[in-house]
């Protein structure tokens, strides 16, 4: 009688932290390129800046990048790695007054016993892509309850870590960048087994809204 070989999902510390920063790599609509990303139709940056920036971004969260020339060299193993990254805060400000008009709070929980002890866990790609396709799909249609942001913006990121961790010199100390009695929406979370992200959407009330 033939034997059948049961094929475990099994994630590693490497795999997860590549999840998770290829997660937050995703300007006006024409810098903007249609590509599928998640089983989704999604809109990515062309601005060689933004993709620098974002590039950057997620080479330091996951780590295994090196770039040549100006461009940031990045150790072997980073934040999200060694478990010292806590949380990821997208900022969206008024270009003209700096004041933040949207917050997004991406929370990370990891597996110690997997940073210390290089053990994995089991959990499909499949599930982890359901999970991040729900929360896209919600950031989509944030649309629906976000004020309008009828002004140019810039944002900025913020990062928190373990006080112990090497900061590269390119980026800097940071006030939160809080909004005051914000409006706050949580979505959903992923999980890879080893990285929880959890999402909350924090924005400015208009203030023709009754109190």
Same mark, same amino acid.
């Given at each position: 009688?033939?034997? $059948?070989?049961?094929?475990?999902?099994?994630?590693?510390?490497?795999? *997860?932290?590549?999840?998770?920063?290829?997660?937050? &790599? @995703?300007?006006?609509?024409?810098?903007?390129?249609?590509?599928?990303?998640? &089983?989704?139709? /999604?809109?990515?940056?062309?601005?060689?800046?933004?993709? *620098?920036?974002?590039?950057?971004?997620?080479?330091?969260?996951?780590? %295994?990048?090196?770039?040549? &020339?100006?461009?940031?060299?990045?150790?072997?193993?980073?934040?999200?790695?060694? &478990?010292?990254?806590?949380?990821?805060?997208? @900022?969206?400000?008024?270009?003209?007054?700096?004041?933040?008009?949207?917050?997004?709070?991406?929370?990370?929980?990891? !597996?110690?016993?997997?940073?210390?002890?290089?053990?994995? $866990?089991?959990? *499909?790609?499949?599930?982890? /892509? $359901?999970?991040?396709?729900?929360? /896209? $799909?919600?950031?989509?249609? *944030?649309?629906?309850?976000?004020?309008?942001?009828?002004?140019?913006?810039?944002?900025?990121?913020?990062?928190?870590?373990?006080?112990?961790?090497?900061?590269?010199?390119?980026?800097?100390?940071?006030?939160?960048?809080?909004?005051?009695?914000?409006? /706050?929406?949580?979505? %959903?979370?992923?999980?890879?087994?080893? %990285?929880?992200? !959890?999402?909350?959407?924090?924005?400015?009330?208009?203030?023709?809204?009754?109190?």
């Amino acid at each position: 009688m033939a034997s $059948r070989t049961v094929a475990k999902d099994i994630i590693t510390l490497r795999g *997860s932290a590549a999840i998770v920063s290829e997660f937050f &790599g @995703v300007y006006p609509e024409e810098s903007f390129a249609k590509v599928k990303k998640y &089983g989704l139709p /999604m809109l990515l940056t062309q601005d060689e800046g933004v993709k *620098s920036f974002i590039s950057n971004l997620t080479a330091q969260l996951s780590g %295994h990048f090196s770039h040549s &020339g100006n461009e940031l060299i990045v150790l072997e193993k980073e934040w999200l790695e060694a &478990g010292k990254l806590q949380r990821v805060v997208l @900022v969206i400000m008024s270009k003209a007054t700096n004041e933040v008009l949207e917050r997004w709070n991406f929370s990370i929980e990891t !597996d110690s016993e997997v940073v210390e002890k290089g053990v994995s $866990r089991e959990k *499909s790609d499949k599930e982890i /892509m $359901r999970e991040i396709q729900a929360i /896209m $799909r919600q950031i989509a249609s *944030s649309i629906t309850y976000l004020p309008c942001l009828d002004e140019p913006c810039v944002f900025d990121v913020l990062a928190y870590t373990d006080k112990d961790v090497a900061v590269p010199f390119t980026w800097i100390e940071s006030d939160p960048k809080l909004i005051a009695n914000p409006q /706050m929406v949580k979505l %959903h979370s992923f999980d890879t087994k080893i %990285h929880k992200v !959890d999402t909350l959407v924090s924005y400015k009330n208009d203030e023709w809204e009754e109190q």
